[in-house]
């Protein structure tokens, strides 16, 4: 048994409750009974934003274990606190960032004390003029139980930090904290595949075959009954970090390896609560986003985006077109109806995101999250409705029939004009990577492309992210077997626009025996010279198309993808994303400058 002073000491030394609960052999919740029992809970004390110029009065706190706690201003409002997304990689907590913003906005303007909780300073949540009140602490159970105690909120928000937030959602639950909005029995019913997969099969919606694995004899026996190649990842991380496209056993052994490296030098234990996610990869398939905004009883569909990219791309680093372009009014009817079966048979109260893959003309389910998505900031601006403010007033009690009952919620079926979220990437700043695109994010940011057409709006995004359209010169194509049905049409409407196209050997005898006339160069790998890096570093090559080709791509890929990088040369990696070039170069033929709108002219 620690005495007072033990604990005391310990908790000044630094060590949580979750460290001191592995030394003494025993669980976190009985050593936070123990010294809250004490007395050793943390005081509150207030940022000196002044530099010690003038005395500070922002209501802007950390925690510490110190003797005087420095309450905040009295306030009679019932208090809310929202619990940001925490440190991530650049570029990618700025959507979750926008939400929580919003919903302090929001709950502030219905007559709420809103608290918010977040330990990353590069995020406008962490403003001290965002919310009333602002804790930056980090987003551990002990830290936001302890800010709970001082606040003593009605509630806590967890949709809108990503997945960060949700992953305290049980452990909160367990020590009866309400949660505002979906229920945590329907956050767990998302992340249980035995549970989620039989949620599916009652409601008759198509999933793609996954299973869990917490050792490496479970992992090689899921992915021999599933069928590779299959798609890996934690259900502990963000941003797609550490997912892979496996192929084989050799593979998956590799990448088991890797994981259980990444896993010890993050702390984190993979375990029945924290499994490994084993998913059958839909090759060629059409990945779709669907975000929507329920009350529990009223559901509204507010979009249906298409990824311009292949599924098996993260879709933070895919970019999307709102409205779709090659979805059939019945496929979307069929995503629409999938969308409501499963909000109201999770009984979701504020956001939903739902993933999809079209493959074969079949709809299949990837991933639920009943949360934010990375995509609300786009679809709110494209449609014009604030989804992340709607949300949180539906999370305070609002129904949807009552914010809506003076007009009519406009969704993406309402627009006549076309939104293309298109991905920057950090290639310039790393000489010599590859840049090829997969399930984990590269990202480091987004643009927003809006026009009348596809064409316009895509050209818009790319001239956003400085990687300039090419419109004459010379293309250089070399695509993987399974992309080689679909490059003739590609090549018919290149040369139609007046490039002269050339090719490696192989995708050279695909065109050629399509009747295309066309200029082959070697591989990298025969030493004949000249090669298609010779042609790149003479200034020959204005534009390539170079889809990657399985497990391990060939050293000419990696090649000429670097070099590209190097040189600025645009490069393409996908047939979709190809063709999405296609229709901005046609525009960019067709006008003499880009049509200037500002947003709200479109709605």
């Given amino acids: 048994m ?19 609960a592995e030394i003494l052999n025993t669980t976190e919740k009985a050593v936070r009974t123990e010294r809250t029992a004490l007395g050793v809970t943390p005081v509150r004390k207030m940022v000196d934003t002044c530099a010690g110029m003038f005395p500070a009065v922002l209501p802007y706190y950390y925690s510490t274990y110190g003797e005087e706690d ?14 940001g997304g925490g440190p991530n990689r650049i570029g990618q907590g700025l959507e979750f960032d926008y939400c929580c913003c919003h919903a302090a906005f929001t709950a502030k303007k ?44 009605i509630g806590v928000v967890l949709q809108f930090g990503g997945q960060t937030p949700l992953n305290l959602a049980n452990a909160l639950a367990d020590e009866g904290v309400p949660i505002l909005g979906t229920d945590v029995t329907a956050i767990a019913l998302a992340e249980d595949r035995r549970l989620f997969g039989e949620m599916l ?3 008759d919606i198509r999933q793609s075959e996954g299973a869990t694995a917490t050792a490496l004899e479970d992992a090689l026996s899921a992915a021999e009954r599933i069928g590779y190649p299959v798609l890996m990842r934690p ?12 192929f084989d056993s050799d593979d998956l052994k590799l990448y088991w390896d890797a994981l259980l490296k990444y896993s010890r030098q993050a702390d984190l234990t993979i375990d029945e609560n924290r499994p490994i996610l084993i998913d ?23 979009a249906v985006m298409e990824h311009i990219e292949e599924a098996g791309i993260h879709s933070g680093d895919s970019a999307c077109s709102l409205p779709p372009q090659s979805l059939t009014p019945q496929i979307i009817r069929q995503l629409e109806s999938a969308t409501k079966k499963i909000a109201l048979k999770m009984n979701v109260v504020g956001l939903l995101n739902i993933q999809f893959a079209i493959k074969n003309n079949l709809v299949y389910v990837l991933e639920v999250n009943p949360r934010a998505s990375r995509t609300i900031p786009f679809v709110s601006k494209t449609i014009g409705e604030p989804l992340a403010s709607i949300a949180m007033r539906v999370m305070l009690g609002e129904k949807l029939s009552e914010i809506y009952a003076e007009k009519p919620f406009k969704s993406w079926q309402d627009i006549r004009h076309v939104a293309v979220k298109e991905s920057v990437f950090p290639w310039s700043r790393f000489p010599g990577v590859d840049t090829r695109l997969g399930p984990e994010m590269k990202s480091t940011g987004e643009v927003m492309g809006i026009a009348e057409t596809f064409g316009e709006a895509f050209a818009k995004g790319e001239q956003g992210t400085g990687v300039p359209v090419p419109i004459e010169g010379n293309v250089f194509i070399s695509v993987k077997e399974s992309d080689k049905p679909f490059v003739g049409e590609l090549a018919r409407e290149l040369i139609k626009l007046g490039f002269n196209v050339i090719t490696t050997r192989g995708t050279g005898a695909v065109l050629s025996s399509m ?17 298609i890096l010779d042609r790149m570093i003479d200034g020959k090559v204005q534009w390539i198309i170079n ?29 979709r994303g190809a063709k999405a070039f296609v229709e901005a170069i046609q525009f960019q033929r067709g006008t003499v400058g880009v049509n200037v709108k500002a947003i709200q002219d479109y709605l």
């Fill in 2 to 20: 620690l005495s007072k002073d033990d604990w005391l000491r310990l908790k000044r030394l630094g060590f949580s409750d979750q460290r001191l």
């Fill in 235 to 246: 259900s502990f991380v963000l941003g797609g970090a550490k997912m892979e496209i496996i």
């Fill in 547 to 575: 889809t990657p080709s399985g497990k391990n791509p060939h050293r000419d890929e990696v090649s000429i993808r670097t070099t590209a990088n190097r040189l600025g040369i645009p490069l393409v990696t996908t047939i």
């Fill in 201 to 203: 099969q009652e409601l």
């Fill in 70 to 83: 420095e309450p905040s201003p009295s306030d009679d409002r019932k208090a809310v606190l929202i619990l």
């Fill in 110 to 153: 219905l007559g709420y004390r809103t608290v918010m909780m977040n330990c990353n300073p590069e995020t406008v949540s962490t403003d001290y003029d965002t919310s009333d009140v602002l804790y930056f602490e980090p987003l551990t159970l002990e830290d936001v139980l302890a800010v709970i105690a001082h606040e003593n909120p």
């Fill in 280 to 302: 059958r990869f839909l090759e060629d398939a059409i990945e779709v986003d669907v975000d929507a905004v329920s009350d529990g009883k009223t559901v509204l569909v507010a």
């Fill in 515 to 531: 009747g295309f006339e066309v200029e082959t160069v070697s591989r990298i790998a025969t030493g004949e010279r000249p090669n």
